[in-house]
Structures are given as C-alpha cells and as structure tokens.
Nanobody, 128 residues
C-alpha cells in the first residue's frame, strides 16, 4: 500500500508562487511514476504535470508550461510542483498520484486511470 500526502496549498494573489509537496510512503519511491492533477469546481479532473519513474522526463499541459515545474527527490520520497506566475484559472484542488511501474522508466502517464494511488488533495486558490 502506498500513501501520498500533499501539502503546500493555500491562498495567493495572481502572479504569486506556491510549491506543492507530495510525500510518499509504503513502497520504494523510485518504483513510481508521478503526476499532479487538479480539479476545479464544475470541471473534470485534469492532468497538470507528470514525471517519469527515472526522473528524466517531464510533461506539462500547455496552460502551465513555463510556469510550473515538477521534480522529485528520491532521498525524501517526495515529489514537488513549483507553481509560478499563478493565475485565477489555476484555482483548484491539486492531487498527486503515483503509478507503480517496474519496466517503463521513461514514460510519463497523463490519464487518471493509469495511476494506482492518490493523495487527499490540497486546495490552491488564486485571487485576482
């Protein structure tokens, strides 16, 4: 069993920054590919950024490219989402997700069904 705990959400003004953290436990962190998703009111859950198991590949949706950065720290079993130049449209509950994979080291997974474990979510609110 894998447990994911997010932190770092909050209220920030447009143009500000936040760094979300997702701490994983229960399994060797290096066995995971990781992703960040968000769910805004009235919208479907949306993939935001992903990190391959090897840590060498990342992928972002267009609206966050150049503003958000996903990274991982195997020693701390933690994945981060650095969010800069935040916009009101970024307001959502942000979830981290983990996919256990032993073979595909350089694949970034982008759909919710591909992930095995989810955190409880952290609220990010960006005021205009």
């Amino acid at each position: 069993q894998v447990q994911l705990v997010e932190s770092g959400g909050g209220l920030v003004q447009a143009g500000g920054s936040l760094r979300l953290s997702c701490a994983a436990s229960g399994r060797t962190f290096s066995s995971y590919a990781m992703g960040w998703f968000r769910h805004a009111p009235g919208k479907e859950r949306e993939f935001v950024a992903g990190l391959s198991r090897s840590g060498s590949r990342t992928y972002y949706i267009d609206p966050v490219k150049g503003r958000f950065t996903i990274s991982g720290d195997n020693a701390k079993n933690t994945v981060y989402l650095q969010m800069n130049s935040l916009e009101p449209e970024d307001t959502a509950v942000y979830y981290c997700a983990a996919k256990v994979t032993y073979v595909e080291r350089n694949v970034v997974y982008t759909t919710p069904l591909e992930y095995n474990y989810w955190g409880q979510g952290t609220q990010v609110t960006v005021s205009s």
